[in-house]
C-alpha cells in the first residue's frame, strides 16, 4: 500500500486523541499500514485503562501482528476482564481477541486457567486460541482438567471438542473422550426434549378451541 512518512505524526496524534471516533479512524489507518511501525503508540494506548475496552484491545490486536507473539504486560492487560470478572462486553472482547493471537506456552497455562469461570459466550471464543497452541502435553492436560471444572462446558459442541484434543499427543484425545461422550449426550438429550416439545406445541395448536355456553 502507498505510504507516506509525513502521516506518522498526525496518525500517532489522532491515536492519542481522547476524540473516539478520531482514534478509530486512526487504527483503521494502521491497521492497513501493518508494516509501519505504530507499535510503541499502539501499545501506549492499549495499556491505557481509562480508554474503552473494545479500543485497547484493537490497538493490541494490531501492535502483535500476525506473527509475533503477544508479550506478558499486553498478555496480563488483555485477560484482565476474565481474571476480575469484567463487564459481559469487555470479557467478549478480550476473548475474540485471543482467539487469534500467538502466545506462549506459559501464556496458554495461564489461559487454561481461566477457562472454569468463562461463561458460555467466551469458552468458544477462548478455546479457538487452543487451536494455535503446540502439541504439547502438559497443555492438553491443564486444558482438560479445566475444562471439566467448568459450568459452560455443556454450551460446546462435541465435534469441535474432539478436533481440538486430537491435535495434542496421546494420551490427551483418549483422556478427553470421556467427557465429550458427556456433553454429546447431553445434546442429544437436550434436542430430544426440543422435538418433544415442538410436537405438543404444535398437537395442542391443532385442536379445536373447545368453548363452553352458558345456559
Given at each position: 500500500d502507498e505510504w507516506d512518512d509525513a502521516w506518522r505524526g498526525p496518525l500517532s496524534a489522532a491515536l492519542r486523541s481522547r476524540d473516539l471516533p478520531l482514534g478509530q479512524l486512526a487504527l483503521q489507518a494502521i491497521g492497513a499500514h501493518r508494516k509501519q511501525?505504530?507499535?510503541?503508540?499502539?501499545?501506549?494506548?492499549?495499556?491505557?485503562?481509562?480508554?474503552?475496552?473494545?479500543?485497547?484491545?484493537?490497538?493490541?490486536?494490531?501492535?502483535?501482528?500476525?506473527?509475533?507473539?503477544?508479550?506478558?504486560?499486553?498478555?496480563?492487560?488483555?485477560?484482565?476482564?476474565?481474571?476480575?470478572?469484567?463487564?459481559?462486553?469487555?470479557?467478549?472482547?478480550?476473548?475474540?481477541?485471543?482467539?487469534?493471537?500467538?502466545?506462549?506456552?506459559?501464556?496458554?497455562?495461564?489461559?487454561?486457567?481461566?477457562?472454569?469461570?468463562?461463561g458460555p459466550m467466551e469458552l468458544p471464543q477462548l478455546l479457538q486460541a487452543f487451536k494455535h497452541a503446540p502439541a504439547d502435553g502438559g497443555i492438553a492436560a491443564e486444558l482438560l482438567e479445566n475444562l471439566q471444572r467448568s459450568p459452560a462446558r455443556w454450551s460446546l459442541a462435541g465435534h469441535t471438542l474432539q478436533a481440538l484434543f486430537r491435535r495434542f499427543p496421546l494420551p490427551a484425545p483418549e483422556k478427553a473422550a470421556p467427557m465429550i461422550s458427556e456433553i454429546m449426550g447431553q445434546a442429544v438429550a437436550k434436542d430430544a426434549r426440543v422435538t418433544e416439545l415442538e410436537k405438543i406445541t404444535a398437537e395442542g395448536e391443532d385442536k379445536p378451541l373447545v368453548t363452553v355456553s352458558e345456559e
Open positions: 511501525d505504530f507499535g510503541l503508540v499502539l501499545r501506549e494506548v492499549a495499556g491505557d485503562a481509562t480508554r474503552p475496552t473494545a479500543f485497547r484491545v484493537a490497538a493490541l490486536q494490531i501492535a502483535s501482528g500476525d506473527n509475533k507473539a503477544l508479550d506478558e504486560d499486553s498478555f496480563e492487560m488483555l485477560i484482565e476482564p476474565l481474571v476480575t470478572g469484567g463487564s459481559t462486553e469487555g470479557r467478549m472482547q478480550a476473548a475474540r481477541a485471543l482467539a487469534d493471537l500467538r502466545l506462549d506456552r506459559g501464556q496458554f497455562l495461564k489461559l487454561a486457567g481461566l477457562l472454569p469461570a468463562a
